[in-house]
C-alpha cells in the first residue's frame, strides 16, 4: 500500500475496523471508566496495565510502553509489515482496497466539491430572505443551529449549483458521480431544487452528501444524495460529527429517525442524539455508535411503521451487544414535535421510563395472540421462549416469571418449553453406530446387531454369557430395555421364561421383542454370526477412536504441547494399524 490512496485506506480502516473489536478477539479485555484494560500481549504480567480507548481508537501498555492504532496493534501482534496488515483488516471488515487503490485519488477532490455545495447552499440561505429560512423558523430553529448545522437553501432554478461549479471549473463527471446535478438529453440541471439543505457530514468533519427537505408539493419529501464513494449511507449517521462527544460524556445516545428530530433535541439541550440516514438501522452504523456508548435509546415515529423500525434496530443492537431501550412518544407524531409541546424535561422523563427492547419486543408478540385463551397462552409462549434463549439465563429466568404473571401459565411450565421439553432425550452408555439420541419410538431405532445379540441371549445362557462383555452394543431404548429384562431373570439365577417378558416390559418395546423373536433366525449359524457382530462392533469402535484423534490433533496445533502432540500421533498410527488389519 504505497502511493495517494494510502491515506484514503488508512483512514477508511480506521473508521469501520473499531479497535476494541480487533483487540477483544485476542486479548480479553473489561470496561475501566470510558476504556477497556486487559492483560498485556507484548509482555509477561499478571495485573493488566494494557489500554485500550474506544473514543481515541488507540492501545497503549504502561507497563512496556507499546502503543499505537488498530493497524499498529495488528503488525505487532500479528509480526506483519504495514500492507499485509491492513490487507487483513480489510479483508475480516469487508472492504474493498482494489476498489479503493484507483478511486481514492477522487476522494479529496469529492470531499471539496461537497464542502464548496455546501457553503453555496448555506450562502444562499443566510444572504437575503428565503423560503427555506422562513421554513426553518417557523419550525422554530433558533439561527445559532441553524448555523451549527450548515442549513442551506437550494432555490427554485434548475441551474443554480451548475452554473456555480461551471464558473469554478469543475469536472461535470464527478458532479454527476456525487448526484449532486442530473443529465437529461444532453443538459445538466440541479438536482435539489426548492429544498432546505441538511448537510451529512462525517466524524472527520468531511461533508459526505446531503438531505433535502422539499419546500413545495415536490416529492419526495425528502431526497438524499445518491451513494457515491464517499457516501455510503449504511457507513454513516446524522449529526455524529456534532455530537459524538455528548454521547461519549453521556454514555448513551438517542437514536431518532429525522434531521428535524436531531436538531430540535440538540436545540433543546439534548445533545446525545443522532438519526440514522433514512434507512433501517445497520450494523455498521451501530458499529460506528458503539465507539462512544453501548446504552442506545431507540426513539423513532411513534406510528407503527415507526414500531416496526425500532423493532428491527433493536434486533440489531442487540445482536451487536448494546443495552438497548426503546422510547416512544405519546400523543405526537415524532420526538421533533413532543419536544416542542411539552419541552425538555418531559422528554427526559421518557427516557428514564422507556422499556428495555425485548419488554417492547415482548409486548408486541404479546399483542398478535388472544392470551385469553388457552391457545393463545400457548402460542405466545411458545414464540417467546425462542427469544428467551437468546438471553443469559438469568435475564431469561426474570422474563419468564413477568411471563408467567401475564398468562398466568406456571414458571415450571414455561421453563420446560424454554428448555426444550419437546425434544426428550434419553442419555444412553455407548456411543455405538455414532447415534446416542435414543428415539421414543423403541421399535424403529434398534439396530441390527442389537438384534441379532438379543436373539442369541433369548436362545442360550452361554450367548448371554458372552454378550454381558459388549453390553454396551444396546444402545436404542428398546434394546437396552429388553437386554436388562433378560440379564434380570438370569442373575435371579432363573432360567428365562420367554413368555413372561413381555410383562415386565411396555407396549411398545415388547412389540418391538415379539419382532426379534418373529424375524431373527440364525439357521445354526450362531458362532459365526456372533464373531462377525463382535467384528463390526469392534471395527465401529476403531472408527469412532479415529474419528476422535484425528479431531484432537486438529485442535491440538492451538493448545497442545508437543509431547501430547506427538502421544496422539502414536495413538492415531495404531488404531489405523488395528483397522488395516481388520479389513484384511
Ligand atoms: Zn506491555
Known amino acids: 500500500v504505497s502511493g495517494p490512496g494510502r491515506e484514503n485506506i488508512v483512514d477508511e480502516i480506521k473508521s469501520r475496523c473499531n479497535i476494541v473489536d480487533v483487540i477483544g478477539r485476542v486479548v480479553s479485555l473489561k470496561r475501566a471508566g470510558s476504556n477497556y484494560k486487559g492483560l498485556c500481549p507484548f509482555h509477561n504480567e499478571k495485573t493488566p496495565s494494557f489500554v485500550v480507548s474506544d473514543t481515541k481508537q488507540i492501545f497503549s501498555c ?27 483488516l480489510a479483508e475480516e471488515y469487508g472492504i474493498e482496497i482494489q476498489n479503493m487503490y484507483q478511486k481514492s485519488p477522487k476522494k ?24 427555506a429560512l422562513s421554513y426553518m423558523n417557523k419550525r422554530g430553529v433558533d439561527p445559532l443551529f441553524l448555523k451549527k448545522f450548515g442549513i442551506g437553501y437550494a432555490d427554485d432554478e434548475w441551474d443554480s449549483l451548475c452554473k456555480h461549479f461551471q464558473k469554478l471549473g469543475t469536472d461535470i463527471k464527478l458532479l454527476l458521480s456525487l448526484g449532486l446535478i442530473s443529465e437529461s438529453k444532453g443538459k445538466y440541471y440541479d438536482k435539489f431544487r426548492n429544498r432546505v439543505i441538511f448537510p451529512i457530514i462525517n466524524t472527520s468533519g468531511k ?19 445518491a451513494e457515491s464513494d464517499i457516501f455510503l449511507k449504511k457507513n454513516n449517521l446524522y449529526g455524529l460529527n456534532l455530537t459524538k462527544q455528548d454521547i461519549s460524556k453521556e454514555d448513551s445516545a438517542i437514536l431518532v429517525e429525522g434531521y428535524m428530530d ?5 436545540q433543546s439541550g439534548i445533545r446525545n442524539v443522532s438519526a440514522s440516514l433514512g434507512t433501517a438501522l445497520t450494523e455498521n452504523q451501530v458499529r460506528l455508535l458503539k465507539r462512544y456508548t453501548r446504552n442506545i435509546i431507540l426513539s423513532y415515529d411513534s406510528d407503527e411503521a415507526g414500531a416496526s423500525a425500532a423493532l428491527r434496530g433493536g434486533e440489531i443492537l442487540h445482536k451487536e451487544g448494546c443495552r438497548t431501550k426503546v422510547l416512544q412518544v405519546p400523543s405526537a407524531k415524532d420526538p421533533d414535535e413532543f419536544i416542542k409541546e411539552n419541552g425538555k424535561n418531559d422528554f427526559l422523563k421518557l427516557v428514564g421510563e422507556a422499556p428495555p427492547y425485548l419488554d417492547f419486543k415482548l409486548n408486541r408478540m404479546k399483542k398478535n395472540y388472544d392470551i385469553t385463551s388457552t391457545e393463545g397462552k400457548v402460542d405466545f409462549i411458545r414464540e417467546a421462549v425462542v427469544l428467551l434463549r437468546t438471553l443469559s439465563p438469568v435475564e431469561a429466568e426474570a422474563y419468564i416469571k413477568r411471563i408467567s404473571r401475564d398468562t398466568k401459565i406456571s414458571e415450571s411450565a414455561i421453563t420446560l418449553e424454554y428448555n426444550g421439553n419437546n425434544t426428550k432425550k434419553v442419555q ?3 456411543k455405538l453406530g455414532g447415534d446416542e439420541h435414543i428415539s421414543e419410538k423403541a421399535s424403529e431405532k434398534i439396530s441390527g ?8 441371549a433369548l436362545t442360550e445362557r452361554v450367548y448371554f454369557d458372552k454378550i454381558t462383555f459388549y453390553e454396551h452394543a444396546f444402545t436404542s431404548k428398546a434394546g437396552f430395555e429388553i437386554w436388562n429384562e ?21 407396549t411398545e418395546t415388547s412389540m418391538a421383542l415379539q419382532d426379534i423373536l418373529d424375524n431373527v433366525h440364525f439357521a445354526g449359524k450362531e458362532d459365526q454370526i456372533f464373531l462377525e457382530c463382535v467384528d463390526t462392533m469392534e471395527m ?22 508437543k509431547e501430547s502432540i506427538t502421544e496422539l500421533t502414536k495413538a492415531l498410527m495404531e488404531v489405523q494399524k488395528g483397522l488395516q488389519r481388520k479389513k484384511r
Do not use: H, W
Request: hydrophobic share 40%.
Open 62 to 88: 504502561f507497563g512496556c510502553n507499546i502503543s499505537g492504532d488498530v493497524i499498529g496493534f495488528v503488525q505487532k501482534y500479528y509480526n506483519l509489515e504495514f500492507p499485509a496488515a491492513v490487507e487483513k
Open 540 to 561: 465401529d469402535e476403531m472408527l469412532q477412536k479415529e474419528r476422535e484423534l484425528i479431531l484432537k490433533l486438529s485442535m491440538a496445533d492451538e493448545v497442545a504441547s
Open 486 to 506: 433378560i440379564k434380570t431373570n438370569y442373575e435371579a439365577g432363573k432360567t428365562l421364561d420367554i413368555t413372561c417378558l413381555p410383562d415386565a416390559l411396555d
Open 428 to 430: 444412553l452408555i455407548g
Open 207 to 225: 461533508v459526505i452528501g446531503f438531505g433535502g427537505r422539499t419546500l413545495g408539493d415536490g416529492a419526495p419529501k425528502y431526497l438524499n444524495s
Open 262 to 266: 436531531v436538531i430540535s433535541l440538540y
Open 108 to 131: 479529496e477532490e469529492l470531499y471539496e466539491i461537497n464542502r464548496q455545495a455546501a457553503k453555496f447552499f448555506y450562502q444562499a440561505f443566510t444572504k437575503s430572505p428565503n423560503p
Open 449 to 456: 446387531l442389537e438384534k441379532n445379540f438379543l436373539k442369541m
